[in-house]
């Protein structure tokens, strides 16, 4: 069949019958993935499902067990994503991967800077720089320092440095998860640009809506294995959840089972923070059994907000109250013991202990429970850990597997699991869905439910405002570093969420 | 199941054994009589202070740091506990009035003195946030300076010897397996062994442990979750400086003659064996096994060398190739990972 396929049309980038394994794992088991010039190609799939194995094996960074790759008919074998990028086939990370001191132009050029007489020519740089961004439509000055971008623009940056190589293939792996729906849409704009210059793209994510609206083709991956191939305008999207997950799935938001009626847990009064950026003159107030949706563009500081309130970062004035009695919490030490608990936004860099087992990063937040006079109680550990994989679903081969060999949104199960053993009473968490598959997503939202019908007082921060909108009972929106309105789910849209958002910009 | 990958993990794994193992194979077939059970105690003697000196030096490795201080550090335990348990009969004794003391309190004094070193040391890193090869450096400088000040105003520039035999004995006593002419175990590997289960424990039982591994693992999430970077930072250290003190009265009293030289060059050695035993130096991975292993085997090849008589400065050029080879298995390891 995929023979026939390739007759009718002459594929940019064809990966056919791609195996790789790993000890104890097949992570690629026969995968295929064919991209047509001037396409946008969604590779779905749940978390695990080995997307990122492939375009690792694409990129030579893992060596495939079998299979071919073919790139404009022919067969390439990168065994390094430079060699990739040469031949003309470019990725923008999830994570992005700049040199935050120095200028975009720099890094546009890194590598292979323009040079004359051996000595850097700034002048070419910039022209070139500035070239591109007016062809692409970004509005950013190619001598600014890469670290006072927001998310956003660092990742046009990303995308404007593929075209500067020339590049067909461009690989797009989660490239709104830290996008507001704004942003989403510039990004758009500049991926229908490139479509119409015939480049093909890869495009993975979860986000549904997105893949409707942007993509051509969709190949959806279940298990280490290809599952379909289609054109997206013949699919809906139950028919990709049932795909991905292997079952169909009626609702995408469990139904509420829990009731925001209890006391006062918490309360914020005016809290500032001492460096900047950081979150101005912030008040609200959170019930037991609640569960608070916080909203807002990139930049609206939400991080900071929590990251305050937890003590990770210095309160320069405002009061918080914790059952009417107020707490100084000045370290995150200070805020577990009060039963508060912070899921954090960057899972690798400040979440994880990548090179440890998936018992200790369950545990580690947690030690005082198991020891006596300093001496750990590992049996109870064990036992902990096992209820933390078994409540979470965790897919991991063993508890002593380092955690950085499991996928992301496995890690992100372990860490969840890691706070709900410290009991927390107020359980703040930051993009708790961030690169997650569906299946594990709808899982989160139940958790969620549940830990609010038990009394516990959450505040959940989302980019996802129909994820917002299906979970939490109040949203309330942060605009630069203010919070610019409270609303009640039941009696608010998009519309006004987004009105909000842009009230302090 | 054994597949390309797999292997080149063992492969990675091991391989730092292997080739020392080949040396130690090279080293008995050009002299066979290497292979014996008097050379094996000699080793196990000589290797016991340099276990504990490396499982002080491996801590603070895991922890993501170095510590260059540590031979100053075991330098300034030999000087204290030797100045102060020199035989009463001895007309060099520097203290003369001096009771005779028990061998224990000189031996807590100078655990308790390089503790405290140590302890100041842990405080630039943790709480000044000095980079931790930086603050071992002035560390160690300061420690060799007022020790051997104090070396010099004691007994001027001459060793201290005439030790008090309760003293040697706490070193080089041995007992003897199966008769006067059986496997003679020194009592200093004891200590080692003792060290060695210690520190076991410590990092792997008790909390101190865990945030040990945390820290040097990932400071950031170790804040998030509640660990008192600062405190165990600290811990770490003291707990370094204690062995050091312990090394040094060990070694003051296995070799009964002490300078101020006495330490000089010993902590390249514990970070080499750290290194060599799969102690990354990125920070939070690190086993005890390791360390010791890595101690033992450097310990045999350095030996061997000597006894099979190679050019001490070719010595230098292996060893600088172990060190070398163990480091980049190291990297590779790591960066295989991304």
Redesign the interface.
Known sequence: MADEEKKEQPYLLEMLNITKEFPGVKALDGVKLQVAPGSVHALMGENGAGKSTLMKCLFGIYCKDAGQILYQGKEVNFQNPKEALDAGISMVHQELNQVLERSVMENIFLGRFPTKFGIIDDKAMYTRSKEIFDDLGINVDPKRKIGDLSVSQRQMIEIAKAVSYDSKILIFDEPTSSLSEKEVEDLFVIINKLRERGLGMVYISHKMDEIFRISDDITIMRDGKWVFTGKAKDMNMDQIISLMVGRPMTNRFPEKTHKPTGEVVLKVENLSGEYQPTVIDASFELRAGEILGISGLVGARRTELVETIFGLRKRKSGRIFYKGKELTINKPLQAIKNDFALLTEERRANGIFADLSVVFNSTIAHLDAYSKFGVLNEAKMKKDTQWVIDSMAVKTPSQRQQIGNLSGGNQQKVIIGRWLLNEPEVLMMDEPTRGIDVGAKYEIYKLIDELAARGKAVIFISSEMPELLGVADRIMVMSNGHVAGIVNTAETNQEEMMRLSAKYL | ?L????IK?TMLNYAIYLIMLVMIIVIIAIEPSFLSLTQVSNILAQSSSRIIIALGVGGIIILGGTDLAAGRMVGMSAVITASLLQSVESSLRIYKDMPRLPVIVPILLAMVVCGVFSLIHGFFVAKLKVAPFIASLGIQQVVYGLFSIYFQNANGAAPIGSLDPAFTTFAQKNFFIGGENGFRLPLIVLYAALFTLLTWFIWN????G??M??IG??T?????????IVAGILIIYTIAGLYYGFAGALEAARTGSVTNALGEGYQMDAIAACVVGGV?MRG??GKVSGVVTGVIMFQIINYGMNYIGVNPYLQYVVKGVIILIAVSIDTQK?LK??
Not at chain 2, 3 to 6: A, E, H, R, S, V
Not at chain 2, 205 to 208: A, E, M, Q, R, S
């Open positions: 199941m597949t390309k990958g797999n993990r039982k008790t909390k101190i865990k945030n591994y945390a693992g990932n950031e999430s170790a804040t998030v979750c509640g660990v008192n990354s939070g991975i790591y990972k991304k």
